[in-house]
């Protein structure tokens, strides 16, 4: 359908700008070759008006999707972000990867990784030691100093006239060198194995040891090959599921699962800490050169002699025009070389990248002129009380800057709402009429909205809920931008939209056979998509969207009246408690009043159950990272770690009753809250305990994160909500050991 498309992208197929790939809001893309450029511009013009998608603040315009790639990197906005350090380095490999040409969708052009660390050998990874890191400014080919010489006297003496010199004859990303790093996993067993007569490769050629591989990528003078992004995300690659029979190498060693470090216990560690050392302050500080390298000017001219970073000229856009070969045979064999060289990214630049910004944002601010007196008051903000001593049972912290209304909105057990206003230049600050603990007042501004003259009961939800339902967080989504919050658990099967600003019932929402009981939503950063799923007693959940127009839609874009939802998600037996949905990864995670929780796509396949361990059986509260973590926390104070594949990683118990859990924005830290008005801070990947804040004096039963992951917010069962003093970076390894 037209109306799922997110994003169109140009892209080359063999050197020649022939082809465009094709987002969908269901989280898969499609890459077509066309017999011309021509012919892409005719195929661009009738696909809807949505430029490269809403990511990387550019118009959604046509004339985007048409752009080059040095056009599309010098509009975007992402280089300032990574350099403020709103994005990751991930993020910002993978974006310059995707507008340099690079895809999932072509093995002769997948994005490509830069190797990080150097140290394969030890027990014990001290990310702090500059000797475990890779020198970024390099290319792989000149690191080691002896081949390097090597590779220099190869382009210096050169002498064959057929084609201009170069220091390698092997590329950093071939179609080969990418089936080999997946070879265990399908489809690109499959993909290798019909790329070589149906056999696997020689073991000894074959990947099975990350420090093999790195020795190798030192001393073979064949060998220059970089990373995939698979080597930060997917520890499944390093596994032989599927059994395959991969051979006996020269020295007897079977070739089975990929031999890690000694440092890497398990797959899920080595991807871990491989990740981290990706976003640590030494790769951070160095990226920039080696971003120079592969796609910025260092690439080619002069300057990539100097750098020694010269590949075959059949790896470099614009070396070929394949129109121009009319003799088919020749065109066939020139098509060849050019997958078996590899092909170089689209150059982005032809100035050096400007670095990122320093890390001394990973110092604590400076404390507030009022000087602490003790823990208590570093942890606590703000006790702000409200005149209902109805818990707080929903938090919504939609604070970002450009918002019309960034605000803390809370929402308590008798459905009385509140638009706390955020003021950005000096944080919460508490409301005339409100009783306000001075003794923990900082910097903080609240400016609840039900403070205004307009009447308490314009902000009251009074609409019948069935009696049988027990109102907690689940039951309330707030939208992004803090204008309409929806609510579930009426009487009629329905769940239902109300205007923040009136307090009005905007729309109802029927498609599930029995009382809704529980709600959430999801934005997608490609096409900025928001999803919301609603789950009911009937043990199903309904997929819906929220429309830019603010209001839910169905299939049919053009009717909000009756809309119809866009995927139906079963296979649970009792009825749905608990949900969470990520559209970065397309995934909906849900969970019944007992049994396993479920992974469903946000299309509606049912994927996997979550088998928790034994007394794991009533689950209660789901968070998952857009890195494929998901944490569930089960009655009687259980918690578990899961894979997105669905491999259980961690678990412990604890003595509280917990009533909300969050992670992170990188979905490195776990915080959770709950009857005992403790909020405690957990390593999520072991559940290690970094942190107990100070006690409240009533429990705990809504929490969530502004913006810039430095405040909590938590909703109270006395009807007070506290604000916490947190910054995550203060667990940080680079942190303990820096300052």
């Excluded at 994005?87 to 002769?108: C, K, P, V």
């Excluded at 839609?553 to 949905?581: F, K, W």
Aim: charged share 20%; net charge negative.
């Amino acid at each position: 359908m037209f109306s799922e498309i997110r994003a169109v992208f140009s892209r080359r197929y063999l050197l020649q700008n022939t082809a465009l790939e094709v987002f969908m809001a269901n989280r898969t893309s499609v890459m077509f070759n066309f017999p011309d450029q021509a012919t892409v511009k005719k195929v661009v013009y009738s696909l809807p008006r949505v430029g490269v998608g809403t990511s990387y603040g550019l118009p959604q315009a046509r004339r985007i999707s048409l752009a080059t790639p040095r056009q599309l990197y010098k509009s975007s906005n992402m280089t300032q972000r990574w350099q403020r350090r709103e994005i990751s380095n991930f993020e910002y490999l993978m974006f310059l990867n995707t507008i340099a040409g690079r895809t999932y969708n072509d093995l002769n052009q997948y994005p490509v990784f830069p190797w990080v660390l150097t140290n394969y050998e030890s027990e014990e990874l001290d990310l702090t030691l500059p000797g475990n890191f890779r020198d970024l400014s390099k290319p792989i080919g000149a690191l080691n100093p002896k081949r390097a010489v090597f590779y220099a006297e190869r382009y210096e003496t050169w002498d064959d006239d057929q084609s201009p010199p170069y220091h390698y004859n092997t590329h950093y990303s071939t179609a080969a060198s990418t089936l080999s790093w997946l070879v265990r996993i399908e489809p690109f067993t499959t993909f290798f194995l019909n790329a070589n007569d149906g056999k696997f490769d020689h073991p000894d050629r074959t990947f099975s040891s990350v420090a093999r591989s790195w020795r190798t990528s030192q001393r073979d003078t064949s060998d220059v090959k970089e990373l995939i992004p698979e080597f930060y995300y997917l520890p499944e690659m390093f596994v032989n599921s599927n059994g395959y029979n991969l051979g006996v190498r020269e020295d007897e060693v079977v070739v089975n699962d990929v031999g890690l470090p000694p440092w890497a216990k398990k797959p899920e560690d080595f991807v871990r800490i491989n990740r981290m050392a990706l976003e640590s302050e030494f790769v951070s500080c160095q990226l920039h050169q080696w971003i120079d390298l592969i796609f910025g000017y260092k690439q080619r001219g002069p300057e990539a002699v100097r750098a020694l970073n010269v590949f075959h000229y059949l790896t470099y856009e614009g070396s070929v025009n394949l129109d121009s070969i009319t003799d088919p045979v020749l065109r066939e064999a020139m098509e060849a070389q050019i997958q078996n060289f590899g092909q170089t990214p689209s150059q982005l630049l032809i100035e050096p990248h400007p670095p990122r910004s320093s890390a001394m944002h990973l110092c604590f601010l400076p404390q507030s002129p009022l000087m602490f007196k003790d823990q208590m008051q570093q942890d606590v903000i703000m006790v702000l009380k409200f005149p209902s001593n109805s818990p707080v049972t929903h938090v919504a912290a939609n604070t970002l800057p450009h918002l019309t209304i960034p605000a803390v909105v809370t929402v308590t057990c008798s459905r009385l709402f509140a638009v706390n206003r955020w003021h950005n230049t000096v944080g919460l600050r508490g409301a005339p009429g409100y009783s306000l603990d001075q003794a923990h007042h900082l910097p903080i501004e609240m400016d609840p909205l039900i403070a205004n003259n307009s009447g308490v009961n314009k902000r009251q939800i009074t609409d019948l809920v069935d009696q049988s339902i027990q109102i907690n967080a689940h039951c309330f989504v707030v939208t992004a931008d803090n204008r309409y919050i929806l609510i579930c658990g009426f009487w009629d099967k329905s769940f239902r939209v109300y205007s923040t600003e009136t307090g009005k019932l905007t729309q109802i929402v029927f498609g599930h056979w029995d009382v809704v009981t529980c709600l959430a939503r999801s934005e997608s950063y490609i096409g900025g998509d928001c999803y919301i799923v609603s789950g009911s007693r009937d043990a199903t959940l309904l997929l819906w969207y929220w429309s830019g127009r603010h209001h839910i839609i169905g299939d049919n874009p053009n009717s909000s009246d009756y809309p119809a939802p866009r995927a139906v998600l079963t296979g649970h037996d009792h009825e749905v408690v608990c949900v969470s949905v990520c559209a970065e990864l397309g995934l909906v995670i849900s969970g019944a009043k007992e049994g396993p929780c479920l992974v469903h796509t946000i299309t509606g396949d049912l994927l996997r159950a979550l088998e928790g361990p034994e007394n794991c059986l009533f689950p209660r509260l789901i968070s998952v990272s857009s890195e494929g973590h998901c944490i569930i926390y089960y009655e009687r104070g259980r918690f578990s770690n899961f894979s997105i594949n669905g491999k259980l990683l961690a678990q412990m118990e604890i003595n509280d009753s917990t009533r909300a859990i969050l992670l992170s924005s990188d979905g490195q830290n776990l915080v959770t809250g709950g009857d005992n008005g403790v909020v405690e801070v957990w390593q999520a990947c072991d559940f290690k305990q970094l942190y107990i804040y100070p006690g409240c004096d009533a429990g705990i039963r809504a929490m969530d994160l502004s913006h810039d992951q430095r405040t909590l917010i938590t909703g109270m069962a006395s009807g007070s909500i506290v604000a916490f003093n947190i910054d995550f970076n203060r667990w940080h390894y680079e942190h303990q050991n820096r300052y």
